[in-house]
């Protein structure tokens, strides 16, 4: 049996691996698989909930910062995001959207905190519009935008407004505290495991398609 996270575009080698008798269950990938457990969360309304909380305090001018969009979840919180606002009368089109060039594994672990940095000064340096909020793609890139809009001497909330998707524990650590969206990874993991663990005990019989959505 096998627990994949967020895979690529490419099913063939586990399409073999599902024929030959393997069990699988993908959480967060970028395609249905026949025969598979596949488990998502719902980030469109992760998006919808980020943009709506800014909305509701009155924010016009609001920019998301993420990593390139070739991840479908990256793909869905922007959905969101941009159908929340655009509900609200709220102008956001693709200049409000930083977008890192390139993704790249970091031994350190550092990418995300150092891609949100480096947008978040290049978002600093643009005068055509003066934002008042900012929505990263997750904690990590939030706590890069946070270092960048520090080392400029701006305040927060005072001058800027920021709130992530996750909510690690680490979250809680800055100062002020990071506002987040929670999203019930731990859940999905827990539900694809026992459902994978139930497919393992029935050798034989063959995994009927199993997918489910979690709201945030």
């Known amino acids: 049996g096998l627990i994949v996270i967020s895979l690529d575009d490419s099913p063939a080698t586990l399409t073999q691996y ?3 008798g393997g069990r699988v269950a993908l959480l967060e990938a970028d ?13 469109r309304e992760a998006g919808r909930t980020a943009a ?5 305090r009155g924010h016009r001018n609001i ?10 979840y990256r793909r869905d ?7 929340c606002l655009a509900s609200n009368r709220i102008a956001f089109g693709p200049g409000d959207c930083f977008v890192a060039e390139h993704e790249v594994e970091s031994e350190t672990g550092m990418y995300e905190f150092d891609m949100g940095k480096e947008l978040m000064l290049r978002l600093l340096n ?9 929505i990263a793609a997750n904690d990590i890139t939030a706590f ?31 100062s002020p505290a990071l506002t ?5 990874s731990a859940s999905m993991g827990a539900s694809a495991c026992h459902f994978l663990i139930n497919a393992l005990e029935a050798p034989g019989q063959e995994v009927e398609n199993i997918s489910f959505s979690f709201p945030c």
């Open 31 to 43: 395609y249905p698989l026949e025969g598979a457990i596949c488990a998502k969360i719902d980030y």
């Open 77 to 83: 919180i922007l959905a969101g995001v941009t159908a």
């Open 144 to 174: 890069g935008v946070i270092q960048a809009v520090s080392q400029n001497r701006l305040t927060i909330p005072g001058d800027l407004s920021i709130i992530s998707f996750d909510n690690i524990p680490y979250a809680a650590m800055v």
């Open 18 to 20: 599902i024929d030959y």
């Open 126 to 134: 643009r005068r055509a519009r003066k934002y008042t909020a900012v």
């Open 52 to 56: 709506q909380y800014l909305a509701d």
């Open 63 to 72: 920019a998301l910062i993420t990593a390139p969009l070739t991840k479908l």
């Open 180 to 184: 987040t969206v929670a999203l019930p």
